[in-house]
């Protein structure tokens, strides 16, 4: 995921080079809660007090601060927690230096919750102690209604003034207006501080309710997406036996993916289409490689999800060539926001942006192991002119020198400089730290319009349309291409470069992206054992999962953002290639490194950690990673079926469940779907499986 035109915080310009040099907030302290399109970052206290904290609602910033105290009093935070993906608490004591005992007797419970376009924050202050109190308890409010770029670019946004209509304080901001209403009605208003005071009288035992609801009101603006108005397309993962922390991993990752869905307002709103966006707070919005790679992962328990995904992607499928935005025809969307993010040092991309090499391949291989998992016939039938379109794209669009393979380059000049999912700008570069130049042929690419290709293949045999044979004919050129053109020795054996740079060389640092190649099927079994045992080294295996980059590599830096750090989606997919690969031991090793790294993160799997390793434990928070983010969370699907062995191909008929060894059996899993067909599955300590469902396909168990 870039950071906004593909810089990275430390890149991010000053205006002019007297102004002090801005940077993108941290996040790794805060606490975030979130009902896409909506979410709220949290100080540790339950407050937003500065950087990026506050409430959210559409990529505008809708509550810029809020504090609570009580005058004549201290209030000390003593816990937080997170309730479920809309809601967190947050406790504190409350000290006045009147209390009978060294105990605290004045406690104020917060609860914060989301909904959309929506903002609760709700103050239980309790009295455990003898005597009658009488304090007034103080809510300070503001608003500035900046946009999620200039938060993210590190500007502070000035508060607008607000005005006290006698029921509730309002600010007003363009075609935005803000509203904050208290319960009981304050006995003090300051609307030019947003102070807002209630009385409170407590008796010895009592408690009282305060309540702050903020709204925002866009009359003049239809909603970019709409807000999911039933329950996930998916019932709750439980896991039972094998390590416990499997099953916290999931339980936590479905709640977050829940809150971050959001339907396509072009789809049926009887039927609707739905993905996950990206992740809070910097990308909750429609990313077509986040989308694609989160509901690939999560066809285990979805094949509806893959479907909303799917479809709408197609309806914004490329029609014209534009290189200001990066759209070609079949081409798949980057990213869609509701206005062009101007970013202060230059660089800007347009609300609707194409600069993605790799989701049309991604695209396609969804519809084809969306199909396989059960996605009604009729629905992949109406998406295969898309795929004809989108296969096409590889081959004109994606492969722009004809050469073969397939690379990027932005020609806009104010586009993403890398185009792959490692898309900061220092991303690519040599062993030595060199950057490489533009065109670039990425490795993993290559890999994915293999398989790409011949899952296109299947999909047009299956269903009586021509052109699979071309596919597969195309497929094979490309894998002879890349056979001549990325391998290079190590001191592990071969292995593939990273890159081709513009002039067809082949760039020889290492990556974690070596395991995307796995399972493709583009690599020999030899190769794939020779990619395996860079995985496995200790340059690019961190023990908590693996680095984007190997610390042999100049350059190599264990908070760069694609340059050493771990990312839990990259782990996933490699552990998974490496269980199809053969090297069970390394996939289970790999998945067990995310589950010891996950507690520290309370299980919520952020987008991205250090890469410090496991002598660094605990693993090191990257400070301006998005938590939730939908790749990271659906990561745990991947993992659990990788751990499983699990494949479905209902048009064939069959299932394969085959338990790595040492991969934490026995199990119990419920919640796992074939199409619309429940699944569960039993396996014990021997490996021995059972199977649950009545979905038309026939097991092959180990």
């Given at each position: 995921?870039?950071?906004?035109?593909?810089?990275?915080?430390?890149?991010?310009?000053?205006?002019?080079?007297?102004?002090?040099?801005?940077?993108?907030?941290?996040?790794?302290?805060?606490?975030?809660?979130?009902?896409?399109?909506?979410?709220?970052?949290?100080?540790?206290?339950?407050?937003?007090?500065?950087?990026?904290?506050?409430?959210?609602?559409?990529?505008?910033?809708?509550?810029?601060?809020?504090?609570?105290?009580?005058?004549?009093?201290?209030?000390?935070?003593?816990?937080?927690?997170?309730?479920?993906?809309?809601?967190?608490?947050?406790?504190?004591?409350?000290?006045?230096?009147?209390?009978?005992?060294?105990?605290?007797?004045?406690?104020?419970?917060?609860?914060?919750?989301v909904g959309a376009g929506r903002f609760e924050h709700r103050v239980h202050m309790s009295n455990a102690g003898p005597r009658r109190l009488r304090r007034v308890l103080d809510l300070a409010v503001g608003a500035d209604l900046a946009p999620m770029s200039d938060i993210k670019s590190g500007y502070e946004g000035e508060e607008l003034h607000p005005i006290w209509d006698g029921t509730a304080l309002r600010w007003y901001g363009g075609e935005s207006s803000v509203e904050v209403v208290v319960e009981p009605r304050p006995s003090h208003v300051d609307a030019k501080s947003g102070r807002l005071s209630v009385e409170v009288?407590?008796?010895?035992?009592?408690?009282?309710?305060?309540?702050?609801?903020?709204?925002?009101?866009?009359?003049?603006?239809?909603?970019?997406?709409?807000?999911?108005?039933?329950?996930?397309?998916?019932?709750?993962?439980?896991?039972?036996?094998?390590?416990?922390?499997?099953?916290?991993?999931?339980?936590?990752?479905?709640?977050?993916?829940?809150?971050?869905?959001?339907?396509?307002?072009?789809?049926?709103?009887?039927?609707?289409?739905?993905?996950v966006g990206a992740g809070a707070p910097w990308f909750l919005t429609l990313f077509g490689r986040d989308a694609i790679w989160a509901a690939r992962m999560l066809l285990p328990v979805s094949t509806r999800l893959a479907a909303g995904t799917l479809r709408t992607l197609a309806r914004r499928q490329g029609q014209i060539t534009d290189a200001r935005t990066g759209e070609q025809p079949g081409k798949i969307v980057h990213e869609l926001r509701r206005e062009a993010p101007e970013h202060r040092g230059g660089a800007s991309l347009p609300p609707r942006y194409y600069g993605t090499i790799d989701a049309t391949p991604l695209w396609i291989s969804l519809l084809?192991?969306?199909?396989?998992?059960?996605?009604?016939?009729?629905?992949?039938?109406?998406?295969?002119?898309?795929?004809?379109?989108?296969?096409?794209?590889?081959?004109?669009?994606?492969d722009a020198d004809d050469d073969g393979?397939?690379?990027?380059?932005?020609?806009?000049?104010?586009?993403?400089?890398?185009?792959?999912?490692?898309?900061?700008?220092?991303?690519?570069?040599?062993?030595?730290?060199r950057l490489a130049e533009a065109p670039i042929a990425l490795a993993e690419v290559q890999a994915y319009a293999y398989r790409a290709a011949l899952d296109g293949a299947s999909l047009l045999d299956a269903f009586g349309r021509p052109d699979g044979e071309k596919w597969r004919s195309w497929a094979a050129r490309l894998k002879e291409r890349f056979d001549a053109t990325y391998w290079l020795l190590g001191p592990l054996g071969r292995y593939p470069a990273v890159a081709l740079d513009r002039d067809k060389r082949p760039v020889d640092s290492v990556t974690s992206t070596l395991g995307h190649l796995l399972g493709s099927g583009i690599l020999t079994p030899a190769d794939e054992a020779s990619v395996a045992s860079y995985l496995g080294s200790p340059e690019l295996d961190s023990g908590l999962g693996l680095r984007t980059l190997s610390t042999d590599?100049?350059?190599?830096?264990?908070?760069?953002?694609?340059?050493?750090?771990?990312?839990?989606?990259?782990?996933?997919?490699?552990?998974?290639?490496?269980?199809?690969a053969?090297?069970?031991?390394?996939?289970?090793?790999?998945?067990?490194?995310?589950?010891?790294?996950?507690?520290?993160?309370?299980?919520?799997?952020?987008?991205?950690?250090?890469?410090?390793?496991?002598?660094?434990?605990?693993?090191?928070?990257?400070?301006?990673?998005?938590?939730?983010?939908?790749?990271?969370?659906?990561?745990?699907?991947?993992?659990?079926?990788?751990?499983?062995?699990?494949?479905?191909?209902?048009?064939?008929?069959?299932?394969?469940?085959?338990?790595?060894?040492?991969?934490?059996?026995?199990?119990?899993?419920?919640?796992?779907?074939?199409?619309?067909?429940?699944?569960?599955?039993?396996?014990d300590a021997n490996h021995e499986v059972v199977l649950v469902t009545d979905a038309p396909v026939s097991s092959t168990p180990r």
């Open positions: 995921m870039e950071n906004e035109a593909g810089q990275k915080p430390s890149q991010v310009s000053s205006a002019t080079s007297h102004e002090p040099r801005l940077v993108q907030p941290f996040l790794h302290g805060a606490r975030v809660v979130v009902r896409a399109p909506s979410f709220a970052v949290l100080a540790p206290e339950g407050e937003f007090q500065s950087g990026a904290e506050g409430f959210y609602h559409e990529e505008r910033r809708v509550l810029s601060r809020l504090a609570v105290s009580v005058q004549d009093s201290s209030v000390v935070a003593v816990r937080s927690r997170q309730l479920d993906e809309h809601a967190a608490s947050f406790l504190a004591v409350v000290r006045d230096g009147e209390e009978m005992t060294a105990d605290p007797e004045v406690f104020l419970e917060r609860r914060i919750a009288e407590l008796g010895a035992g009592e408690g009282v309710d305060v309540t702050l609801v903020a709204s925002i009101v866009q009359p003049q603006q239809a909603p970019l997406f709409r807000v999911p108005s039933g329950p996930a397309p998916w019932d709750q993962v439980e896991v039972d036996g094998g390590d416990a922390r499997l099953g916290l991993l999931l339980k936590r990752a479905m709640e977050d993916l829940a809150g971050l869905l959001l339907e396509d307002v072009q789809s049926d709103p009887r039927e609707p289409d739905r993905f084809h192991d969306a199909w396989r998992w059960g996605m009604p016939e009729d629905e992949v039938a109406s998406l295969l002119d898309a795929a004809s379109s989108a296969l096409t794209w590889m081959a004109a669009g994606g393979l397939l690379e990027y380059i932005d020609e806009s000049g104010t586009g993403l400089s890398n185009q792959g999912w490692r898309d900061s700008t220092d991303s690519i570069r040599w062993q030595d730290g590599s100049v350059g190599f830096n264990p908070l760069g953002y694609h340059t050493g750090s771990v990312w839990p989606h990259d782990s996933a997919i490699a552990a998974r290639g490496l269980a199809l053969g090297r069970g031991d390394l996939s289970v090793s790999v998945i067990r490194g995310l589950l010891d790294a996950a507690p520290s993160f309370e299980y919520r799997l952020p987008e991205l950690f250090g890469g410090f390793g496991r002598d660094a434990a605990p693993p090191v928070p990257y400070p301006a990673a998005c938590r939730p983010q939908a790749w990271s969370a659906a990561a745990a699907v991947s993992m659990l079926q990788t751990l499983l062995g699990l494949d479905v191909d209902v048009p064939n008929g069959t299932m394969k469940v085959r338990p790595l060894l040492g991969g934490l059996t026995p199990l119990w899993v419920r919640g796992l779907r074939i199409g619309d067909h429940p699944l569960e599955v039993r396996t």
